[in-house]
């Protein structure tokens, strides 16, 4: 299987490249953002609870997003692989993540990290609230919170992924399809 981490501080193009990468390699995307949100436009009891700690642009709880992670990994048996987003953020996740895999007979083949630096990240981020009236983008404090949740919580999972060798840093700064190639090249030398 290929099992990839898309990797990057909130708005390096995790999402986007994602859409590539699923087309292009045939792989399943389960994107952390994604369910929760689709958890507050249901209204569900996980959404509302979801909502509040997302607009100030904390994480959500492990043990939450550990456990939706499971149940989706289990509705794909028989997929080429799964492309991960947003999804570890702490090193708990990782672990959790290692565990889950290695029960079904597989691991992760590659952490992707983007690397932009935090101006473009909030300029990309305070475009987008523009646009698609997404909360959580729509406030600079709010925005430098979640840059500051990466800084302390998210990142060090580089070395955790270091340390098994899985890592690879790529320059999110680009043209879309520029970053998409780079991305690609790295994958198919895995
Ligand atoms: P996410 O949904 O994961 O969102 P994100 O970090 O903002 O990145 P996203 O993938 O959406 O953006 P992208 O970089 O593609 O998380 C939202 C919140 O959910 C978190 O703050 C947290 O509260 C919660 N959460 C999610 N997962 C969690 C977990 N595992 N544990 C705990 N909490 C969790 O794109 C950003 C913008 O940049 C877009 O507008 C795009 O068009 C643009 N862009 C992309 N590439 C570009 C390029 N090369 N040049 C110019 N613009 C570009």
């Known amino acids: 299987m290929l099992n990839l981490v898309l990797f990057g501080p909130p708005g390096a193009g995790k999402g986007t490249q994602s859409n590539l990468l699923i087309d292009k390699y045939n792989l399943v995307h389960l994107s952390t953002g994604d369910i929760l949100r689709g958890e507050i436009s249901a209204g569900t009891d996980l959404g509302l609870k979801a909502k509040a700690i997302m607009d100030r642009g904390d ?15 289990d509705k794909s048996p028989n997929t080429k692989g799964f492309i991960f987003d947003g999804f570890p953020r702490t090193v708990a996740q990782a672990t959790a993540l290692d565990n889950l895999l290695s029960q079904k007979g597989t691991s992760i083949s590659a952490m992707l990290s983007l690397k932009v630096e935090d101006d473009e990240l909030i ?68």
Do not use: C, H, W
Not at 59 to 73: E, F, H, N, P
């Open 59 to 73: 994480l959500i709880s492990d043990q939450i997003v550990i456990g939706m992670i499971s149940s989706k990994l």
């Open 123 to 190: 300029n990309r981020l305070l475009a987008r609230g523009k646009e698609s009236g997404r909360s959580d983008d729509k406030n600079e404090n709010i925005i430098a919170n979640r840059i500051n949740e990466y800084n302390n919580k998210t990142a060090p999972l580089k070395k955790f992924y270091a340390t098994q060798k899985k890592l690879s840093e790529i320059e999110g700064l680009g043209s879309i399809k520029d970053i998409a190639q780079k991305l690609n090249t790295v994958i198919d030398n895995l």
